[in-house]
């Protein structure tokens, strides 16, 4: 089975767009295009539900259980309980919130572990419990491959550790870690895992069951949908955290670490991205199957089309003197997530694609962390090549020509 790409294109009106002809994106993993459904669901919220939810009135009634059918169907999507699943104003928050509950439950002479590989929205919240006296150990990269290895992490692993918080894949070396096998470490050592799964999502929804994740975190806005942040608690954790809610929401999981109400219609819009991964399933497999099946073999479909078009990319640019390709150079190892070291600036780079009809970006991604451990300078950053399911060959043919052009 392969990705009908004209169909998968005719759920994002932004390929009719007239200011996007002859345009190829390649920046998705700072924000994705937004699927029609999302888009019609956050107008009819507007324009029909925009009240205070939960009421008895019809318009606040049905506002409600649009909000609670996002929560529902996603959860069930991503193989965890509903309550476990709950809705904050961006991934970055969400972490911090996170990190703000978990140095209120540490005691004295427990540490938690972090990486030098992530973006630091899953890194600085975290490496600030230091200064409330929790140790933070780091778990390194190869300054060679940027690569994490996970016996490096179990030399880490001692009685005192009760977090480890590690990503599904970077956004700049994009190596797919084994999180199944690295959780199952930190379990054994007895402590909870965190795992940013902001640039994994975008290529497939994943069972976090499955996983074994205490806590998966991601971006809507990166995954089809509304400027919204998800994240999955277990239930387990979840409650062992102290609330950061209000005193009176203690009870309830999925408002335990929402401080602030939730924006009711981007909460709502996010069933949208539910509609939309079950439109792809229908149209593409002729079986019925539950939520957390249907979502699978989505994920399976659009990795194995991104992987069909990433590799020539990869070829090219591993054979390219000028440029140093980072993170793995076989597309089946990695997200489509490509970075350059370049000899001019990351940003410069990106100009000079442009006129080409390439929309990159250039920079240091908030990745400087990992960015500084490969022996880059920040300032000088990397070129970004990203694409997603609905990206075709037609935008590598064009990416490839630019690139002979600049390079």
């Known amino acids: 089975m ?12 932004a390929f009719d767009v007239p200011s996007l002809q002859g345009q190829s994106f390649f920046e998705n993993a700072g924000g994705s295009y937004t699927c029609v459904q999302v888009q019609d669901r956050l107008a009819r919220f507007y324009r029909e539900r925009k009240v205070q939810p939960y009421a008895p009135y019809e318009a606040s009634r049905m506002g409600g ?14 193989g965890v309980q509903s309550d476990e699943l709950s809705f904050g104003p ?3 928050q969400n972490t911090y919130v996170l990190a703000q509950a978990v140095g209120q439950w540490l005691e004295p002479g427990q540490s938690i572990i972090v990486t030098n590989q992530d973006h630091e929205a899953n890194s600085g ?3 600030r419990l230091a200064d409330r006296g929790v140790e933070v150990k780091e778990w390194c990269v190869d300054p060679q491959t940027g690569l994490l290895d996970p016996q490096d992490l179990q030399a880490l692993l001692d009685d005192s550790v009760r977090m480890v918080c590690f990503p599904h894949c970077s956004n700049v070396i994009a190596a797919v870690n084994p999180v199944a096998e690295i959780t199952a470490m930190i379990r054994a050592a007895g402590a909870y895992s965190c795992v940013d799964g902001v640039s994994y999502a975008p290529h497939g929804f994943v069972n976090v069951s499955e996983l074994g994740a205490d806590i998966y ?29 209000h005193y009176f929401n203690e009870g309830n999981l999925y408002k335990r670490f929402t401080p ?16 939309y991964m079950d439109a792809v399933y229908a149209h593409h497999f002729p079986a019925d199957a539950t939520a957390a099946q249907r979502a699978a073999k989505v994920h399976d479909l659009f990795r194995d089309h991104e992987a069909r078009l990433a590799q020539p990319i990869l070829d090219y640019l591993s054979n390219k003197n000028s440029v140093h390709l980072i993170g793995p150079a076989q597309a089946k190892d990695r997200a489509p997530t490509i970075s350059v070291q370049l000899p001019i600036p990351g940003e410069m780079a990106a100009e000079k694609l442009a006129p080409f009809g390439v929309m990159a970006g250039g920079g240091d991604f908030y990745a400087v962390r990992p960015l500084s451990a490969l022996g880059i300078a920040p300032e000088h950053g990397v070129l970004r090549l990203s694409f997603v399911h609905y990206t075709g060959a037609d935008d ?12």
């Open 260 to 275: 602030a109400g939730p924006d009711h219609a981007q909460v709502a819009a996010c069933a949208g991205m539910a509609d």
């Open 2 to 13: 392969q990705l009908d790409l004209e169909f998968i294109r005719q759920n994002f009106p």
């Open 65 to 78: 259980a649009e909000m609670d059918e996002a929560r529902e169907r996603l959860a069930a999507m991503l």
């Open 125 to 127: 919240p975290w490496r």
């Open 396 to 407: 590598v043919d064009r990416l490839l020509n630019a690139l002979d052009h600049v390079l």
């Open 90 to 92: 961006s991934t970055t």
């Open 217 to 245: 975190l991601f971006s809507a806005y990166k995954t089809y949908g509304p400027h919204q942040g998800l994240m999955v608690i277990r239930r387990d954790l979840g409650m062992r955290l102290p609330n950061q809610g």
